[in-house]
């Protein structure tokens, strides 16, 4: 049997947001996200939130990240920051869509630093790749939010899905 595991998968449109919540559990230690072919009526960029119980959304500025971008049009740069969110994966528009793999590891296990890493490709006309890593505080975290950064746009087409990685005896 796999260690990889699926355990859910959301197809959205018609919001600025969307949550997973109740993915990630003690019976996994690290979480794979996918995020393909983003799509919304306004280009902007992709936020990535972590949820905690009864789907409430994490919005702190606990995000610690480090990102390196690979620019299409200037130079590749590196930042890094605290946000309250964890780092934008990537830019995406109403023709070119945006898709992500984002690893989780430690989410639903308090006693242990909850680390993500990701790499993204967006808008060949903006952001042609991201690599990154984030690490937050203790504490449990149950799923994921994916929303478009600017409050008046609305995905029009994403397919998102959570999978876990899973140790067989």
Not at 2 to 7: E, K, N, T, V
Not at 23 to 50: E, M
Not at 70 to 75: K, P
Request: hydrophobic letters at 35%.
């Amino acid at each position: 049997m796999s260690a990889l595991r699926h355990i859910k998968t959301v197809n959205a449109s018609g919001v600025n947001g969307v949550t997973l919540d109740n993915v990630f559990t003690t019976d996994f230690d690290v979480y794979k996200i996918t995020i393909n072919n983003l799509l919304s009526d306004i280009a902007n960029w992709a936020g990535v939130r972590l949820t905690q119980a009864n789907g409430i959304i994490f919005n702190s500025s606990v995000y610690n990240y480090a990102v390196r971008e690979y620019n299409t049009t200037t130079s590749a740069t590196s930042r890094n920051t605290n946000q309250s969110s964890f780092v934008n994966p990537f830019y995406f528009s109403t023709t070119s869509g945006g898709g992500a793999v984002l690893y989780v590891a430690n989410a639903a296990r308090a006693d242990r630093t909850v680390m993500t890493t990701e790499a993204s490709s967006g808008s060949t006309t903006f952001i042609g790749n991201f690599t990154g890593c984030s690490v937050f505080n203790q504490d449990v975290y149950t799923g994921v939010h994916i929303y478009c950064s600017n409050a008046g746009a609305t995905i029009t087409d994403a397919k998102i899905s959570v999978f876990g990685y899973k140790k067989d005896l």
